[in-house]
């Protein structure tokens, strides 16, 4: 048998590589070597485990997404717990995932304190992010992992899916935000961004958010 270091292995921006037959203390031993301080992320499910390294543009939408996540829930006056692209995983699930972005809002008071996540003893994020998936292993992840509300980022578009009985089902509308258009209104703000810039495109998206709120408080 060829055995391999990981430092061998080159994941080129844009592209993933998958490793089969990963048993569950192999993959903790793999995010050990991986580290915290790296641009790529895995996704585990069942021995299969999946490196990927997202492109530049996929990360500038990430932290815009977060950004007016953030900005929604500031003008709504909502508690939040940001853990970023932390781990989750459950050992007796085999699975595990490194999402984009996620929050604690309904539990953000569990979270406080905290700096990282212990799906043994905490509640799952109640919301995730994922810009430019193109894996169903991703899917497979948080919907055994009962992510309230997923939001995938790809081509252009918002898909904001529900966790419903065990499985997710796509909605116009979000779980946390229901008097907004969200999908239109993201996709419309990272439009905006790539010729006005981060900081205008964040604060004319605070004037809409307000604008909206005054506007369903009447």
């Known amino acids: 048998m060829v ?3 990981l430092r061998q292995l080159v994941v080129h921006p844009g592209q993933r590589v998958q490793l089969q ?3 569950w203390s192999e993959f903790e031993a793999i995010l050990d070597e991986l580290g915290e301080q790296r641009a790529s992320r895995i996704a585990y499910s069942n021995g299969i485990l999946e490196i990927r390294m997202p492109l530049p543009k996929h990360e500038k939408a990430k932290v815009l997404i977060g950004d007016m996540v953030k900005i929604l829930l500031e003008e709504l006056d909502l508690d939040k717990e940001c853990f970023g692209s932390s781990t989750l995983k459950r050992q007796d699930m085999s699975k ?11 539990n953000s008071a569990q979270m406080i304190g905290k700096d990282r996540i212990d799906l043994t003893v905490d509640p799952p994020p109640d919301l995730a992010i994922e810009v430019d998936v193109t894996s169903k292993t991703e899917l497979d992840v948080y919907q055994a992992l009962g992510i ?3 939001w995938r980022f790809k081509d252009g578009t918002l898909q904001v899916s529900l966790f419903q009985n065990g499985q ?4 116009k509308t979000s779980l946390h935000f229901p008097d907004f258009p969200i999908i239109d209104l993201i996709s419309e703000f990272l439009d905006q961004a790539q010729t006005a810039g981060r900081s205008q495109t964040l604060k004319s998206f605070r004037q809409r958010v307000q604008g909206l709120i005054s506007t369903s408080s009447k």
């Open 21 to 23: 037959e990963v048993n």
């Open 96 to 106: 595990g995932i490194e999402p984009n972005d996620c929050f604690y809002v309904e």
């Open 168 to 171: 997710y089902y796509d909605s």
């Open 148 to 150: 309230r509300e997923l």
């Open 3 to 5: 055995m391999l270091q």
